[in-house]
C-alpha cells in the first residue's frame, strides 16, 4: 500500500509539473525522443502573459532555447545518459518510511478528507538523503548547471540582433527560473529531487568567459568527453579551466582574463579606478565585462603606464622561463 501511495504522488507531481513547463526539456532532462524540439502554446501563452512583450517573440525566443537545448544533447551523445543515471542513482536510495507513514496516519480523522489530502501533499514519504543521494545530486546540479548555463549563453548569441526584446526575455526566463514555478516546488516537496541548478550563473559565467578567451568552437569542444567536461571545482575556479581549455595562449592574458571574470561574475560595468598616485583613469575594454585588452599588453599602453612585462616577474627585461 505504501508502495502505491508513493507512485500516485511521484505521479501527481509529474502531472502538475506536465502543466508548467514551456518546451519539452524545459527541465534539462532529455525527455523527448529523436532530438524533436517540443514547444506546449497553452503553457507559453500564460508565460507571456504580463510581460508585454509580442507573442511571436516569446514563442521564437523560447524555441531557440529548447533548440539549443536538443542540439546539445545531440552533439554530446554522453550528456543525456549520465543526468539519466544521475536521476536513477538517487531514486535507487529512495526509501519509505513506513513507520512514519503509520505515525501521521494514525492520527488522522478518516471522515476528514482535507486532512488526509493534507497529510499525502506533505513530505510524508521524503527523508535525509543518503550518503549516495547526495552524491547524485551534486552531480545532477552541476550538470543541469552546465546546460542551463551554455543555453543561456548560445540563446543570447542567437537571439541577439533579431529579436528586439530579447534581453527583456533574457531576464523574464532568468526570473522564473530562479524563483522556481509552483509545479517545481510541489515536485521537490513531493518527490525530494529538486530540478532548479543553483549554480547557473557561475556556469554561464565560465561558458562566456571560454568563448571570449578563444571562440565558440572552443567552447562547444568542452562538451566533447566526459573527462573534459567542466566539474563542480570548474564553477569554483574558472579561470583555471579556461586556462586549461584555451590553451597556452590564454596564460599570457591572466592578468586580464582575472580581471575581466571578475567584472563577469559581479555584474558590474568596468568603473574608473584611481592608481597609487591618485590619478584617475577609466579602464579600457567593453563596459559589459570589465577590462579585456585585445592583446597581450594593451590594458598598460592604453593607461600610459610602461611597466615591465607580465611576462617578466623580476623586471630584469628576461622572459621568465618557468612561465
Not at 75 to 97: E, H, K, M, N
Not at 110 to 133: I, N, R, W
Not at 234 to 258: I, K, M, N, Q
Not at 284 to 293: I, K, N
Amino acid at each position: 500500500m505504501s508502495s502505491s501511495m508513493f507512485g500516485a504522488q511521484i505521479g501527481r507531481a509529474v502531472g502538475v509539473l506536465a502543466g508548467d513547463v514551456l518546451t519539452g526539456t524545459e527541465v534539462g532532462l532529455p525527455l523527448v525522443a529523436n532530438g524533436a524540439v517540443v514547444v506546449l502554446p497553452g503553457n507559453i501563452a500564460e508565460f507571456a502573459e504580463g510581460l508585454e512583450i509580442d507573442a511571436a517573440q516569446v514563442q521564437l525566443y523560447l524555441a531557440v532555447r529548447e533548440a539549443a537545448r536538443v542540439r546539445l544533447f545531440a552533439g554530446a551523445p554522453w550528456l543525456g545518459p549520465q543526468l539519466v543515471t544521475a536521476v536513477q542513482a538517487y531514486a535507487r536510495d529512495i526509501s519509505i518510511d513506513t513507520e512514519g507513514i503509520e505515525a501521521k496516519v494514525a492520527g488522522l480523522d478518516p471522515s476528514d478528507p482535507q486532512a488526509m489530502q493534507e497529510a499525502l501533499t506533505d513530505s510524508l514519504f521524503t527523508s535525509d538523503p543518503s550518503p549516495a543521494q547526495k552524491a547524485a545530486l551534486t552531480r545532477l546540479e552541476t550538470l543541469l548547471a552546465l546546460v542551463e548555463g551554455w543555453v543561456d549563453v548560445v540563446t543570447d548569441k542567437a537571439t541577439a540582433g533579431h529579436l528586439p526584446q530579447a534581453a527583456a526575455l533574457g531576464e523574464a526566463v532568468r526570473r522564473r527560473r530562479a524563483a522556481g514555478g509552483v509545479s517545481e516546488q510541489l515536485f521537490g516537496q513531493l518527490v525530494g529531487l529538486e530540478l532548479r541548478p543553483r549554480r547557473l550563473r557561475d556556469a554561464a559565467n565560465l561558458w562566456r568567459a571560454l568563448e571570449d578567451a578563444s571562440d565558440a568552437t572552443t567552447r562547444d569542444a568542452a562538451w566533447a568527453h566526459p573527462d573534459v567536461a567542466p566539474g563542480a571545482e570548474d564553477l569554483d575556479d574558472p579561470l583555471g579551466f579556461v586556462e586549461r581549455t584555451a590553451g597556452s595562449g590564454t596564460s599570457e592574458l591572466g592578468d586580464d582574463l582575472d580581471a575581466a571574470l571578475e567584472a563577469i561574475l559581479a555584474g558590474e560595468d568596468a568603473r574608473k579606478r584611481v592608481d597609487v598616485e591618485g590619478e584617475a583613469h577609466a579602464d579600457e575594454g567593453p563596459a559589459d565585462a570589465g577590462p579585456w585588452p585585445t592583446k597581450p599588453g594593451d590594458s598598460d599602453t592604453a593607461t600610459g603606464n610602461e611597466g615591465p612585462d607580465r611576462r617578466d616577474p623580476s623586471g630584469d627585461g628576461k622572459p621568465d622561463e618557468g612561465r
